[in-house]
């Protein structure tokens, strides 16, 4: 069975202590994996794609890598406005019909 | 960009009153839309997988008689909460992905949420 799983949990930040979320996958073969903001109340925002082991997208203070186990998605200098709850999610080669299979999320909290 | 909205963002319901939710792509063309619920402190749920002109295909454990989707058109699908109870309340949340579907533009954009209250 497809599984993500995403760690911690929860984590809180100074305002300019970098840090990472890490999300690993078991899955039977990976098409995509991608990263989701989600702020509280609102449906999630797309941030990146990530297709191949080796590959890296950024985006400002974010950048997401992946490996064929596990995605790192690395926060240089956050500020409090990063504060959000970030998702990962497999999409599988074949059999899926394109679906995400989410994880449960790391809730980044940022303080000044 | 891609910007999906839906409507309502939030309605509360008397019990055994069934509720429609809208779901549109603003600024592309949506093949396959998927709705979702979330619960509080929870991730995102599948529900369905909603393909433009057919029927959609509900995930396990969903009731499909329940919640009744209509993908009617390339941006828009209707989610149909029928004889709604307090357990049905939830997050629901709707996304559409970008047709056409390359590897490199195959990319769920997601809705704003409708919170749903049933009293």
């Known amino acids: 069975e497809d599984q993500v799983t995403q760690s911690p949990e929860a984590l809180r930040l100074q305002e300019g202590e970098s840090s990472s979320l890490n999300c690993s996958y078991t899955v039977s073969g990976l098409r995509g994996l991608f990263w989701y903001r989600q702020d509280p109340g609102k449906g999630p925002e797309f941030l990146f794609t990530l297709y191949s082991a080796g590959e890296e997208k950024e985006k400002e203070r974010l950048k997401a890598t992946l490996t064929k186990k596990e995605s790192f998605l690395h926060i240089t200098a956050p500020k409090p406005e990063d504060s959000a709850t970030y998702l990962c999610?497999?999409?599988?080669?074949?059999?899926?019909?394109?679906?995400?299979?989410f994880g449960t999320g790391t809730q980044l909290k940022v303080e000044l | 960009g891609a910007v999906v909205s839906q409507h309502p963002s939030w309605v509360i319901c008397k019990s055994g009153t069934s509720v429609k939710i809208e779901c549109r792509s603003l600024d592309f063309q949506a093949t396959t839309m998927f709705w979702y619920r979330q619960f509080p402190k929870q991730s995102l749920m599948l529900m369905a997988t909603?393909?433009?002109?057919?029927?959609?295909?509900?995930e396990q454990g969903v009731e499909k008689d329940k919640f009744l989707i209509n993908h009617a058109s390339l941006t828009l699908s209707t989610l149909t909460v029928t004889s709604a109870h307090p357990e049905d309340s939830s997050f629901y949340i709707c996304s559409a992905r970008r047709y056409p579907g390359t590897v490199s533009t195959d990319t769920q954009y997601f809705g704003p949420g409708t919170r749903l209250t049933v009293l």
């Open positions: 909603s393909n433009e002109g057919s029927k959609a295909t509900y």
């Open positions: 999610a497999v999409q599988i080669l074949t059999g899926g019909g394109n679906k995400l299979t």
